[in-house]
């Protein structure tokens, strides 16, 4: 199976910083990589898919990039309503979630 | 719109059947996938099935104690799950695949049912 890791494991930021989520794969895994976001009590939302596709809906302070092994999802002015877990996830193979980034309030 | 139902409080080693009913899509044409979230953890695939059932796959977890199956007459994804272990204390999620392939990630979900498995 691939395992995905991400970093940092959680990060405490104020509304309007710039913030990056790391994603790494074990092996790699092309452009086969997702991330969603994912509130308490609410269902996981798909953001971003095949590294850099924007879903419909999403704001563009949302972006990912990347390719191989090695992403990013980066949020270019944090709103209220980011805060958030955040996972990347692969398919390149069964499906496999990385552990989750937990964006909270400084 | 993804509406899961089926979870409940069952013993170990006792079985449950999970539902999940879609509408608003074409629900023939798309893989489906559960997904679950065990209390503090994050996000675990747990099993997914293509469009015409031709291929399905189960993450090590759960496979040979897991069947996943949909119905297409009646709109519906399940999960069969057997020999339940503690371990499978989870939320579970059923989610649509956004397109023809992995590159479209899962873009429609429900809200989950619970699963508690306890003596």
């Known amino acids: 199976d691939i395992q995905m890791t991400q970093s940092p494991s959680s990060l405490s930021a104020s509304v309007g910083d710039k913030i990056t989520i790391t994603c790494r794969a074990s092996?790699?895994?092309?452009?086969?990589l997702n991330w969603y976001q994912h509130k308490p009590g609410r269902a996981p939302k798909l953001l971003i898919s095949?590294?850099?596709r924007l879903q419909s809906g999403v704001p563009s302070r949302f972006s990912g990039s990347g390719s191989g092994t090695d992403f990013t999802l980066t949020i270019s002015s944090l709103q209220p309503e980011d805060f958030a877990t955040y996972y990347c996830q692969q398919t390149y193979s069964h499906p496999t979630f990385g552990p989750g980034t937990t964006v909270d309030i400084k | 719109q993804l509406v899961e139902s089926g979870g409940g409080l069952v013993q170990p080693g006792r079985s449950l059947r999970l539902s999940c009913v879609a509408s608003g899509f074409s629900f023939d044409d798309y893989a489906m996938h559960w997904v679950r979230q065990a209390p503090g953890k994050g996000l675990e695939w747990v099993a997914d099935i293509s469009w015409n059932s031709a291929t399905i796959g189960y993450a090590d977890s759960v496979k040979g104690r897991f069947t996943i199956s949909r119905d297409s007459a009646k709109n519906s994804l399940y999960l069969e799950m057997t020999s339940l272990r503690l371990e499978d204390t989870a939320l579970y999620y059923c989610a649509k695949n956004g397109g023809s392939s992995g590159l479209d990630g899962m873009d429609v979900w429900g809200q989950g049912t619970t699963v508690v498995v306890s003596s």
């Open positions: 095949a590294v850099s």
């Open positions: 092996r790699s895994i092309t452009n086969y």
